[in-house]
């Protein structure tokens, strides 16, 4: 499905082909104190309209995981990372795409914060 995306004050905009049917929510330090819905898709799947100059890189840890939120408003509405098998991926805050009925997800917990 293709959606469009945005964080709060409409500064980072975006289009995303992404599959909602297995989102996801984690319990890692960082993901329980965001509350965001996670989905993954192929970073080619993905395209950003405009806000790259707004965006600020937040990683901790392994540092694996670009956390990318707006200077301006603060959302995060997506992140950037490579999968295990090296492809490049962009997880999504489900949240902050336009036209998605959140309570309609049946999103997986998934334990990072054993990881
Ligand atoms: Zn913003």
Known sequence: MHYEGSCHCGEVRFNVDVDLSRP???NCSYCQRRGSILAFTPE???ELEQGEDKLTEYRFNTRQIAHSFCSVCGMQSFARA???DGTKMVAVNVRCLEG???ESLKPTQVDGRSR
């Open 82 to 84: 490579a999968a295990p």
């Open 100 to 102: 998605v009925d959140i």
């Open 44 to 46: 080619e799947n993905f």
């Open 24 to 26: 996801i929510t984690c």
